[in-house]
């Protein structure tokens, strides 16, 4: 089992940048590809990014490709979210999850544990 805290979210005009971390309990953090996903109000869940169990392999969904880098330190049990220009529509409460099944799923049904959530707005 893992549990997981974010950390990061806050307020922050269009083309700027934040960074988001989630910190993993336990010692198999390194077993679990690990996501980001995010939710606006009204909305569903939706994938923004993957990371295979070594960190060589990313995924990322289209509306975030180019801007948003998925990267991983398995020494510290964490996984990073660098968002560089950043739009209003990208304002959401943001989840880091784990998942020890599959792949870089894009799928929030395939991810075992999930962290709290952390905010993210974009002013325009």
Do not use: H
Request: glycine residues 10%; hydrophobic residues 35%.
């Amino acid at each position: 089992q893992v549990q997981l805290v974010e950390s990061g979210g806050g307020l922050v005009q269009a083309g700027g940048s934040l960074r988001l971390s989630c910190a993993a309990s336990g010692r198999t953090f390194s077993s679990y590809v690990m996501g980001w996903f995010r939710q606006a109000p009204g909305k569903e869940r939706e994938f923004v990014a993957a990371i295979s169990r070594s960190g060589t392999n990313t995924y990322y969904a289209d509306s975030v490709k180019g801007r948003f880098t998925i990267a991983r330190d398995n020494a510290k049990n964490t996984v990073y979210l660098q968002m560089n220009s950043l739009k209003p529509e990208d304002t959401a409460v943001y989840y880091c999850a784990a998942n020890s099944r599959q792949l870089l799923a894009v799928t929030a049904s395939a991810y075992d544990y999930w962290g709290q959530g952390t905010q993210v707005t974009v002013s325009s």
